[in-house]
């Protein structure tokens, strides 16, 4: 079979250059995929009870980006979503990032903005060299707070003291000296109207693009001439494993139907120091669903299982380091997405990745 442009994975990655390709170039493309079912990690399926769930955790669409954000306005309407987290910490509930609530319901305080940054700045550690992710947190909110929100569950969450982590875990969440509760600060936030999946086939309708599910794209590439393989899946796979296995942490999901209207104040609720999950989320209370039952989901981190986030930790960075070696070498191979190069993206960015990638590696014709 001959085809000029092959993607491997059917994430956000693969079907966004595959949507260009076919759409703008008018070219034929295959995409491989090894899962059942395309989205990649933003799939997502109604369940026996018709509530529309996340198969792979709450995903919430955020940017600033306002190019990425008009691009998938093309497939999909947006519900207008502000997204919400509350902390479970000492029997109460706080919202998270830390914001002026956080701190007085925590401490019982009336504080105002400029109080409540007087408040961290006398408990905020003086650290030298912010190495880790412990640093970080002790030099932005002090050892107490360090340890009745961050430490424990970032323990869960990587099964590592935060000690043992890279800054970028935890500077990812910022603390607010204002009232703003809402969890991300981006200018456009959304959920698909329609949810994600129906986003994702309205990408890849056009003829132009073919698609196999259930394929390790092992089984077929030796049958498949093409000129350019755009490749999302994990590295080390591609590589046969030479440099060794990049460690990822995984998340077991369960999920429970319950037979009333409503579970939780919030679309998701953490549990830093109680229970071994680390959070739950409503799944109504992201998609709107009007239904007289309710679906939950709990995340219980784990060593094995599906790959979802890389390990922060020098290590895996060292071995990684190794893999690029390996995939600068490549003529006709581009990787991209959070498998290929083994970052976190959220699905902005690996939206933005994808249409820089087709911008430099795809020509228009005359
Ligand atoms: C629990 C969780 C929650 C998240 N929440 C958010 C959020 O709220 N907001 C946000 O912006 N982002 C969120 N993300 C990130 C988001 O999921 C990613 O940005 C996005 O899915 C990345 O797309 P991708 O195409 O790079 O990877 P994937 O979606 O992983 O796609 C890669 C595809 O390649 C396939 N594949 C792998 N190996 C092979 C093979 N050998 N042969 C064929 N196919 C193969 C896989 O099956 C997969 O479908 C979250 C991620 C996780 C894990």
Redesign the pocket.
Known sequence: MKFKYVI?????????LAERIANVLNEKVLI????G???????DSYNEDGILI?N????????NDREVYLYLSNFTKWNDFW?RVLTYVDGNLVPMPITVETINKLYNLNLDCSQVEKFLQERAEQIDEVKTSRDVALSKVGKDIYEKIFETYTKKQWGLDPGELDTSVISRIPVRLNRDTRYFADKYQGMPGHGYTRMCENMIANKNIKIMLN????EIIDQLHYETLFY???TD??YDYKHGKLSYRS?Q?QFETLDKNEFQEAPVVNYPNDYDYTRITEFKKLTWQDHKKTTICK?FPCSDGE???PFPTKDCKAMFALYEEDMKKEKNVVF??????YR???????VR??LDVFGCRCQAPN
């Open positions: 491997v994975g059917a994430g956000l990655a693969g079907l966004t491989i995929e090894k899962r079912h395309i989205g990649g990690n933003v799939y996340h792979y955790g709450p995903h919430i669409f955020h940017t997204h394929t390790n794209y092992k999302t899946g994990p796979e591609f998340i999901f995340e790959p979802y986030y991209l997405g959070r498998l290929a190069e976190y993206y959220n699905m902005d960015a690996v990745r994808a």
